[in-house]
Nanobody, 130 residues
Framework: QAQLLESGGGSVQAGGSLRLSCAYPERHSSYCMAWFRQIPGKEREGVAGIDNDNTKDYLDSVKGRFIITKDNAKNTLYLQMNSLKPEDTAMYYC?????????????????????????WGQGTQVTVSS
């Protein structure tokens, strides 16, 4: 069941920027939080994660371009996406998990048993044209 609410997706040309937002319940403020994306026909993959101590992790292909932040005063998670590429086109989802973020590579977080199973947003589409 979706308890998170994303916004900010849209269409942009390559090289452009978008900022995604995700509103979460106050009780999730200490949770591991992450952004995932999915292209039709492909497995969902973790893109950026942030832990309770603000430790951040990024998929290699977005390092230096995407920035994940959170504002617990506003109960909002953000993903600033810069220098967007056509291959960034996907449905983007935010998710939270009540434990410390996994130590595994973030690209595999969705595949970890019993992690990120309960709290998801409905998704927001990002389309990058060349």
């Amino acid at each position: 069941q979706a308890q998170l609410l994303e916004s900010g997706g849209g269409s942009v040309q390559a090289g452009g920027s978008l900022r995604l937002s995700c509103a979460y319940p106050e009780r999730h403020s200490s949770y591991c939080m992450a952004w995932f994306r999915q292209i039709p026909g492909k497995e969902r993959e973790g893109v950026a994660g942030i832990d309770n101590d603000n430790t951040k992790d990024y998929l290699d292909s977005v390092k230096g371009r995407f920035i994940i932040t959170k504002d617990n005063a506003k109960n909002t998670l953000y993903l600033q996406m810069n220098s967007l590429k056509p291959e960034d086109t996907a449905m983007y989802y935010c998710a939270t998990d009540p434990f410390l973020c996994p130590s595994a590579p973030i690209g595999t977080w969705y595949l970890i048993s019993d992690r990120f199973k309960n709290f998801w947003g409905q998704g927001t589409q990002v389309t990058v044209s060349s």
